[in-house]
Nanobody, 127 residues
Framework: QVQLVESGGGLVQAGGSLKLSCAAS????????MGWFRQAPGKEREFVAY????????GYADSVKGRSTISRDNAKNTVYLQMNTLKSEDTAVYYC????????????????????WGQGTQVSVSS
């Protein structure tokens, strides 16, 4: 059974940092491109970052570029999102997701590209 479990969210003051983790089970993480998305109340789910299966390529939303780093440890079946200099507008539920077809780098910023999703972890940034 494919499962993605996010952790590491919480309440942090503006300017602070958080490191989110996504633990995968039921499949081999190295066979998937991984992404992070977020959804704020009343808004659509939006792309945050992706990382290719071997970690060679990454991509970020403009809103987090320069403040966030996505990484993966395939041996531990875990993907991470380090977020620094957090802002109130970063408040959202953060989801990790897995996309198959590891040689297809198209549409990696679209939710439809990802087949498996976690339940999300809440990040709240107080100003």
């Amino acid at each position: 059974q494919v499962q993605l479990v996010e952790s590491g969210g919480g309440l942090v003051q503006a300017g602070g940092s958080l490191k989110l983790s996504c633990a995968a089970s039921g499949f081999t993480l190295s066979s998937y491109i991984m992404g992070w998305f977020r959804q704020a109340p009343g808004k659509e789910r939006e792309f945050v970052a992706y990382i290719t299966s071997s970690g060679t390529y990454t991509g970020y939303a403009d809103s987090v570029k320069g403040r966030s780093t996505i990484s993966r440890d395939n041996a531990k079946n875990t993907v991470y999102l380090q977020m620094n200099t957090l802002k109130s507008e970063d408040t959202a539920v953060y989801y990790c997701a897995a996309a198959s077809a590891v040689t297809d780098y198209t549409n990696l910023r679209q939710t439809e590209r990802y087949a498996y999703w976690g339940q999300g972890t809440q990040v709240s940034v107080s100003s």
